[in-house]
């Protein structure tokens, strides 16, 4: 069989929730799974997993390579450090940035790889998706960058770990549009917050609420799963507080000077609710600190 039509090793750095998912969903699709984090344990349930002592060794053994951590200086760090991604990285190989880590700094890292490694192909391929979606491969791939033929390579694996993938332009278009999604999705997560506050201040539970709006145009399964999250006291992490608080920031930061009012409040409030103690907690738990000030 040529080679072309094997399924690529694939190379995951970061196994936090949405990492550890992808990497469960490739190894159940019979993908070759390098993996690598920090905290070595995180891989320890991800059976048949190869588990590297660095990026550099994980990347070695990899024709794909996929990263998702925290933040851009993480990010950064994974990829070019001594023992990073591109150290190991064989000619040829395709780099997949999954993190959200913002524009500016996308466009940068674009750039840097381009100089460090020409022989290396590029895609920007945040998700759309929290942890639950993830664990069952529903999420979106908002993917940019490559030619026709890099993308023929990845398309493989974001099926297995994703329900679609839209492809959107060049390098760096991904990362703009994951900080639009997000935008949305936190100031829609700040007003089911305060709505819920005001039905029960004029008398109604939140299944109330959801009552009123199922069956109508405004039922969207975001909007009921977050009411679910508040109403059963379960704010156990999908996205936690602490992110969506760096991607609000993030988003605001590729705003530049349009006015986004809306999202500067609830960046603000959500400031406030991350000191009060709610960082790790899912994001629906700005109710809480809500609740809390009265």
């Known amino acids: 069989m040529p080679r072309m039509s094997a399924k690529p090793t694939v190379a995951v750095i970061g196994l936090g929730a949405m990492g550890h998912a992808f990497a469960a969903n490739l190894l159940k699709n019979g993908f070759t799974t390098q993996v690598w984090n920090r905290t070595r344990s995180r891989a320890d349930d991800l059976h048949g997993a190869q588990v590297g002592d660095s990026p550099k060794q994980a990347a070695a053994k990899a024709e794909i390579v996929m990263t998702m951590v925290t933040d851009a200086e993480t990010t950064e760090k994974v990829i070019f450090g001594d023992d990073g991604v591109l150290a190991g990285l064989k000619s040829g190989g395709v780099l997949v940035q999954m993190g959200t880590i913002g524009v500016a700094q996308t466009d940068a890292l674009i750039k840097r790889v381009a100089e460090a490694r020409d022989d290396v192909a590029f895609i920007d391929a945040p998700v759309s998706g929290t942890k639950t979606p993830a664990e069952q491969a529903k999420i979106l791939v908002l993917a940019s960058g490559g030619d026709e033929a890099t993308r023929t390579r990845v398309q493989p694996v974001f099926d297995a770990i994703a329900k679609g993938t839209k492809w959107l332009g060049e390098a760096g278009r991904g990362a703009r549009m994951k900080l639009v999604v997000n935008a949305w999705l936190i100031t829609l997560m700040q007003a089911v917050a305060e709505t819920t506050r005001l039905a029960e ?56 000077d349009t006015a986004m009012p809306a999202l500067r409040t609830v960046a603000e409030q959500w400031s406030d609710a991350v000191d009060a103690g709610l960082g790790e907690k899912d994001i629906a738990a700005v109710y809480q600190y809500l609740k809390a000030k009265g």
């Open 201 to 256: 201040t004029v008398g109604f539970s939140g299944d109330d609420f959801w009552d009123a709006l199922e069956g109508g145009p405004l039922a969207a399964p975001y909007v009921r799963a977050k009411l679910d999250k508040i109403t059963g006291d379960d704010f156990e992490a999908q996205m936690a507080l602490q992110w969506g608080l760096k991607d609000a920031r993030l988003a605001l930061q590729a705003a530049g």
